[in-house]
């Protein structure tokens, strides 16, 4: 039972085997890590350095910032350091880290100071960080630094314990996945000294920090916070390993948070503090935005883009789904995910519509959310705002011009109410009205459905109810029905064109679905990699309006340095750089990303599930919202699989033919090399006999015929394989001349002289044949072939035919034996290289009829096999000629007359 319970899973295993396998081929990065600037990282990390040098390691450094502090300066002799790039920005010459010079230099170990730094406009990539990561993939180890309030998710808390807002940032996730970790500590006491002695910066530089952000209340703060990083991270690297080794232990597990974000600024300050959150408690993380009826403006749509972003940047999985009802949405997919905790920001607004709603955000979350534990986080927002936080008017996106036009239906439908209310009645007046409010509401905003229905009930009240022409109403009736006509008329109008927003964006969604379905059925039918190029551009035109060139990789999986298919974009040497980067890196780079932004175009890998398949190159005219950015990487996951397919399909083919090969190479070299040793054998042995001994001049001449019957063999073999090479090669040059038939037979008999004396030999040629126009020495060999081969299959004492008539401009050759024939399903391979039957005699390579096949065919002929009817089989080659003397040729000549009987 206990083998049971601990036995590992294969998956696991082989996940982590993988896992372990990536790493190794990964550098290793080590960050010295501190709570602020002036405790030592520095410092620390060149001791660091020095002592791997020491253990005869090839250290260099990439980048160290020294401040002039003379003992860093120090530290730093001795090494090998990479001069600095110069790049220019704004009339400005800015040095900065040369990573391409250390990926060449290619050390063991770099040394790379300031890993948050952003780096100059103009550089490969935006961040310093993301040059460590190339560093890192190239296998070389990173030594770097670190401060606390770089990281992403502790930025705002360092902002509201320091007041000073940082702005370089990088990835949490960055910090989570190092090698190693070293802490580099001061008390806030030595700091300060350390502050006042100009040991950090100069003094005065020394004496404005201490009183704004080295107060000893902040130190003391960011040390706790750097401490208790590093502490959550050894239990994390505990759990881990316990969890590595299957070692029981009390774990942590079964933790899922779920944090609901929106289209406003709050979004930023719960997605960090959520993944502090999910940190601490080392639980999995995710986030999701709930896409409503309302219509975002361009403020919220950046907004949101932004907070998606940081979201992605975090480490945390994201997801957009679309429903009217938010609580309904985010409770959904908890349960469907399997969430323990949803953490949500304390609504900020409250306005007219939200009024309308049955129970405010909150309290419908927690009545719905069951046994699912809700976080709400506040605001760090003054009192001033507050105001602000109560009452507010609903947000419009609608135009004037909607206001208008819903304006002026109103009016019209009024102008016609009136002119017909003596027939119809007032009651049925508001009706109409009521009925034109709706209409609209599949047509127009919020705003403009509101404004509607106020016309209309002040239209209905002041013209129709009576007293006519006043906005007092006599009747009490008539006063339920005009409240209750604005009420209906204005939710029927909210709610139809909540509907219809709604619909609009399920629409949306509906057709980037069908575009999937619709691309990934033409891929699935596609045939080869030019069908699945045509079908991607196509297809990328149609619903993404881009231009595109897709470059794909070669044979030894290198990006191919031309353009398959036709296109209007011209790419640069810089450009064909990029797509060889990112064909390498499997990253997107290029305008509107993190990495060489100033390009004209955007790279995107085409990343298959094992290889990097190419890269497609797009000419974005705007960047991409969430939702778009979305849609596009699921159709280029679908492309870059087809490809991948496509390219894994050739590789098997050619690894078939491979296979065949290696099983033909092995058929023919047995064959061949049971072929010669037989002749080679009896030269061997005839010629040992004679050199030996003395012999009688009658047997010497046996043994002189076996020496020239086994060196014609040979011979034979020889040529066969001479003539294969040539009709391999495509060098077989026609020498064509007028031939005589008679001639050509007679030859071939006479060579096949000994083969053929077991046999009768009957030649069939009309006395009026005339001369054609052939290459005698190939027909020869043709002739010489069959002839053979039916002496080889036929039983002795039978006959053997050779047949020759002209019909019909074709010189027609038909030999015929009386052996076992071909079985059925052999007919249409016997003229196949190095096929034999199944019931052929031992000896010969399977060569003879595919020449004769080749042969014919270069004098654009035909040659069949086929059974004769009592039993042996037939050869006949057809072949177009010119003949001499056609006066001479009987016209009553009937070539059927001698057909094989």
Same mark, same amino acid.
Request: hydrophobic share 40%; charged share 25%.
């Given at each position: 039972?206990?083998?049971?319970?601990?036995?590992?899973?294969?998956?696991?295993?082989?996940?982590?085997?993988?896992?372990?396998?990536?790493?190794?081929?990964?550098?290793?990065?080590?960050?010295?890590?501190?709570?602020?600037?002036?405790?030592?990282?520095?410092?620390?990390?060149?001791?660091?350095?020095?002592?791997?040098?020491?253990?005869?390691?090839?250290?260099?450094?990439?980048?160290?910032?020294?401040?002039?502090?003379?003992?860093?300066?120090?530290?730093?002799?001795?090494?090998?350091?990479?001069?600095?790039?110069?790049?220019?920005?704004?009339?400005?010459?800015?040095?900065?880290?040369?990573?391409?010079?250390?990926?060449?230099?290619?050390?063991?170990?770099?040394?790379?100071?300031?890993?948050?730094?952003?780096?100059?406009?103009?550089?490969?990539?935006?961040?310093?960080?993301?040059?460590?990561?190339?560093?890192?993939?190239?296998?070389?180890?990173?030594?770097?630094?670190?401060?606390?309030?770089?990281?992403?998710?502790?930025?705002?808390?360092?902002?509201?314990?320091?007041?000073?807002?940082?702005?370089?940032?990088?990835?949490?996730?960055?910090?989570?996945?190092?090698?190693?970790?070293?802490?580099?500590?001061?008390?806030?006491?030595?700091?300060?000294?350390?502050?006042?002695?100009?040991?950090?910066? #100069?003094?005065?530089?020394?004496?404005? =920090? !201490?009183?704004? $952000?080295?107060? %000893?209340? +902040?130190? /003391?703060?960011?040390?706790?916070?750097?401490?208790?990083?590093?502490?959550?991270?050894?239990?994390?690297?505990?759990?881990?390993?316990?969890?590595?080794?299957?070692?029981?232990?009390?774990?942590?597990?079964?933790?899922?948070?779920?944090?609901?974000?929106?289209?406003?600024?709050?979004?930023?300050?719960?997605?960090?503090?959520?993944?502090?959150?999910?940190?601490?408690?080392?639980?999995?993380?995710?986030?999701?935005?709930?896409?409503?009826?309302?219509?975002?403006?361009?403020?919220?749509?950046?907004?949101?883009?932004?907070?998606?972003?940081?979201?992605?940047?975090?480490?945390?999985?994201?997801?957009?789904? #679309?429903?009217?009802?938010?609580?309904? =949405? !985010?409770?959904? $997919?908890?349960? %469907?995910? +399997?969430? /323990?905790?949803?953490?949500?920001?304390?609504?900020?607004?409250?306005?007219?519509?939200?009024?309308?709603?049955?129970?405010?955000?909150?309290?419908?979350?927690?009545?719905?959310?069951?046994?699912?534990?809700?976080?709400?986080?506040?605001?760090?927002?003054?009192?001033?705002?507050?105001?602000?936080?109560?009452?507010?008017?609903?947000?419009?996106?609608?135009?004037?011009?909607?206001?208008?036009?819903?304006?002026?239906?109103?009016?019209?439908?009024?102008?016609?109410?009136?002119?017909?209310?003596?027939?119809?009645?007032?009651?049925?007046?508001?009706?109409?009205?009521?009925?034109?409010?709706?209409?609209?509401?599949?047509?127009?905003?919020?705003?403009?459905?509101?404004?509607?229905?106020?016309?209309?009930?002040?239209?209905?009240?002041?013209?129709?109810?009576?007293?006519?022409?006043?906005?007092?109403?006599?009747?009490?009736?008539?006063?339920?029905?005009?409240?209750?006509?604005?009420?209906?008329?204005?939710?029927?109008?909210?709610?139809?064109?909540?509907?219809?927003?709604?619909?609009?964006?399920?629409?949306?969604?509906?057709?980037?679905?069908?575009?999937?379905?619709?691309?990934?059925?033409?891929?699935?039918?596609?045939?080869?990699?030019?069908?699945?190029?045509?079908?991607?551009?196509?297809?990328?035109?149609?619903?993404?309006?881009?231009?595109?060139?897709?470059?794909?990789?070669?044979?030894?999986?290198?990006?191919?340095?031309?353009?398959?298919?036709?296109?209007?974009?011209?790419?640069?040497?810089?450009?064909?750089?990029?797509?060889?980067?990112?064909?390498?890196?499997?990253?997107?780079?290029?305008?509107?990303?993190?990495?060489?932004?100033?390009?004209?175009?955007?790279?995107?890998?085409?990343?298959?599930?094992?290889?990097?398949?190419?890269?497609?190159?797009?000419?974005?005219?705007?960047?991409?919202?969430?939702?778009?950015?979305?849609?596009?990487?699921?159709?280029?996951?679908?492309?870059?699989?087809?490809?991948?397919?496509?390219?894994?399909?050739?590789?098997?083919?050619?690894?078939?033919?491979?296979?065949?090969?290696?099983?033909?190479?092995?058929?023919?070299?047995?064959?061949?090399?049971?072929?010669?040793?037989?002749?080679?054998?009896?030269?061997?042995?005839?010629?040992?006999?004679?050199?030996?001994?003395?012999?009688?001049?009658?047997?010497?001449?046996?043994?002189?015929?076996?020496?020239?019957?086994?060196?014609?063999?040979?011979?034979?073999?020889?040529?066969?394989?001479?003539?294969?090479?040539?009709?391999?090669?495509?060098?077989?040059?026609?020498?064509?001349?007028?031939?005589?038939?008679?001639?050509?037979?007679?030859?071939?008999?006479?060579?096949?002289?000994?083969?053929?004396?077991?046999?009768?030999?009957?030649?069939?040629?009309?006395?009026?044949?005339?001369?054609?126009?052939?290459?005698?020495?190939?027909?020869?060999?043709?002739?010489?072939?069959?002839?053979?081969?039916?002496?080889?299959?036929?039983?002795?004492?039978?006959?053997?035919?050779?047949?020759?008539?002209?019909?019909?401009?074709?010189?027609?050759?038909?030999?015929?034996?009386?052996?076992?024939?071909?079985?059925?399903?052999?007919?249409?391979?016997?003229?196949?290289?190095?096929?034999?039957?199944?019931?052929?005699?031992?000896?010969?390579?399977?060569?003879?009829?595919?020449?004769?096949?080749?042969?014919?065919?270069?004098?654009?002929?035909?040659?069949?096999?086929?059974?004769?009817?009592?039993?042996?089989?037939?050869?006949?080659?057809?072949?177009?000629?010119?003949?001499?003397?056609?006066?001479?040729?009987?016209?009553?000549?009937?070539?059927?007359?001698?057909?094989?009987?």
């Amino acid at each position: 039972m206990d083998y049971e319970e601990n036995r590992p899973d294969p998956d696991e295993l082989l996940a982590s085997l993988i896992s372990e396998e990536i790493k190794s081929k990964r550098g290793k990065l080590k960050i010295f890590f501190g709570m602020c600037a002036g405790v030592g990282k520095t410092f620390t990390m060149l001791q660091a350095a020095h002592a791997e040098m020491l253990k005869g390691n090839d250290i260099i450094i990439g980048y160290v910032e020294t401040h002039n502090r003379k003992e860093t300066i120090e530290l730093t002799e001795g090494f090998e350091i990479i001069p600095r790039k110069t790049i220019e920005y704004k009339f400005t010459s800015v040095q900065e880290m040369d990573l391409d010079a250390i990926i060449s230099r290619k050390p063991h170990i770099v040394v790379v100071d300031e890993l948050a730094h952003t780096n100059a406009p103009g550089s490969r990539h935006s961040k310093r960080y993301q040059d460590v990561i190339e560093i890192l993939e190239s296998g070389i180890h990173v030594y770097t630094t670190l401060n606390v309030q770089h990281l992403e998710s502790r930025s705002d808390t360092v902002a509201q314990i320091t007041g000073i807002l940082v702005r370089e940032t990088l990835p949490d996730e960055i910090f989570e996945n190092a090698d190693e970790v070293e802490l580099v500590d001061l008390t806030p006491d030595e700091l300060l000294q350390r502050l006042s002695e100009g040991k950090v910066y #100069t003094h005065e530089r020394s004496r404005e =920090a !201490i009183l704004n $952000f080295f107060r %000893k209340g +902040n130190i /003391t703060a960011l040390r706790e916070m750097a401490l208790r990083i590093v502490a959550d991270r050894v239990d994390k690297q505990l759990h881990d390993y316990m969890h590595r080794k299957r070692i029981r232990g009390p774990w942590k597990s079964g933790l899922h948070l779920l944090v609901a974000i929106d289209y406003n600024q709050q979004s930023t300050r719960l997605l960090r503090w959520a993944k502090n959150l999910a940190y601490s408690m080392g639980a999995n993380i995710q986030s999701i935005y709930v896409e409503t009826s309302h219509q975002l403006t361009p403020k919220e749509r950046e907004q949101l883009d932004k907070n998606i972003s940081l979201a992605k940047q975090l480490g945390i999985q994201f997801r957009i789904i #679309t429903n009217y009802d938010m609580v309904k =949405a !985010i409770v959904d $997919f908890a349960l %469907k995910e +399997n969430v /323990t905790h949803i953490i949500v920001g304390k609504p900020r607004v409250r306005n007219v519509l939200s009024m309308l709603r049955l129970g405010n955000f909150v309290n419908r979350l927690i009545r719905y959310s069951g046994n699912i534990d809700v976080y709400i986080l506040g605001s760090d927002r003054q009192a001033k705002d507050h105001f602000k936080e109560k009452v507010t008017l609903p947000s419009f996106t609608a135009s004037s011009g909607q206001y208008l036009i819903t304006s002026a239906v109103v009016l019209l439908s009024t102008i016609i109410c009136f002119l017909l209310k003596e027939y119809i009645g007032y009651q049925v007046v508001s009706f109409c009205l009521l009925f034109v409010v709706s209409t609209l509401a599949l047509f127009f905003g919020t705003g403009p459905i509101l404004l509607a229905a106020f016309m209309s009930a002040v239209i209905w009240d002041f013209l129709f109810i009576p007293p006519p022409y006043t906005l007092h109403i006599e009747k009490p009736v008539d006063v339920l029905m005009l409240i209750m006509f604005f009420i209906i008329a204005l939710l029927n109008g909210i709610l139809t064109s909540r509907v219809r927003g709604q619909e609009k964006k399920i629409r949306i969604r509906e057709e980037r679905t069908h575009a999937l379905y619709q691309l990934t059925r033409e891929l699935t039918l596609a045939s080869g990699i030019e069908d699945v190029l045509k079908i991607a551009l196509k297809s990328i035109q149609k619903n993404f309006n881009l231009d595109c060139v897709i470059v794909l990789k070669n044979e030894m999986n290198q990006l191919e340095d031309n353009v398959r298919h036709d296109t209007d974009i011209k790419l640069s040497e810089n450009d064909w750089s990029i797509a060889h980067w990112v064909f390498k890196h499997s990253d997107k780079a290029g305008k509107y990303t993190n990495t060489l932004p100033s390009s004209v175009y955007t790279f995107y890998p085409l990343a298959g599930h094992s290889n990097n398949m190419g890269v497609i190159i797009a000419a974005h005219k705007s960047v991409f919202t969430q939702g778009e950015a979305q849609f596009w990487e699921a159709f280029i996951s679908q492309i870059s699989g087809k490809f991948e397919r496509e390219f894994l399909r050739e590789a098997a083919k050619k690894t078939f033919i491979l296979s065949e090969s290696d099983k033909l190479y092995k058929t023919l070299f047995n064959s061949i090399s049971h072929e010669l040793r037989i002749p080679v054998t009896t030269i061997m042995g005839a010629s040992d006999t004679l050199l030996s001994q003395h012999y009688p001049e009658e047997t010497k001449l046996n043994l002189y015929t076996e020496i020239y019957q086994a060196s014609v063999r040979l011979n034979r073999l020889i040529e066969n394989l001479l003539n294969m090479s040539r009709l391999e090669s495509g060098r077989i040059t026609l020498r064509p001349d007028w031939c005589d038939v008679h001639d050509l037979v007679n030859k071939v008999a006479s060579n096949l002289k000994q083969e053929l004396l077991p046999f009768t030999l009957a030649i069939v040629i009309p006395a009026n044949m005339p001369l054609v126009l052939i290459d005698f020495g190939l027909i020869e060999q043709v002739l010489h072939n069959l002839v053979l081969n039916a002496t080889q299959n036929a039983p002795a004492g039978t006959n053997i035919r050779v047949k020759f008539f002209f019909d019909n401009g074709y010189l027609t050759i038909q030999v015929m034996d009386r052996g076992k024939g071909f079985p059925p399903a052999e007919l249409l391979s016997v003229f196949n290289k190095f096929y034999r039957g199944k019931d052929a005699a031992a000896g010969g390579t399977g060569l003879g009829l595919s020449i004769v096949k080749g042969f014919v065919e270069a004098h654009k002929g035909t040659v069949t096999a086929a059974n004769r009817q009592n039993g042996g089989a037939i050869f006949t080659i057809k072949i177009p000629v010119q003949i001499s003397e056609m006066e001479q040729i009987d016209k009553n000549y009937n070539p059927m007359n001698n057909a094989d009987g």
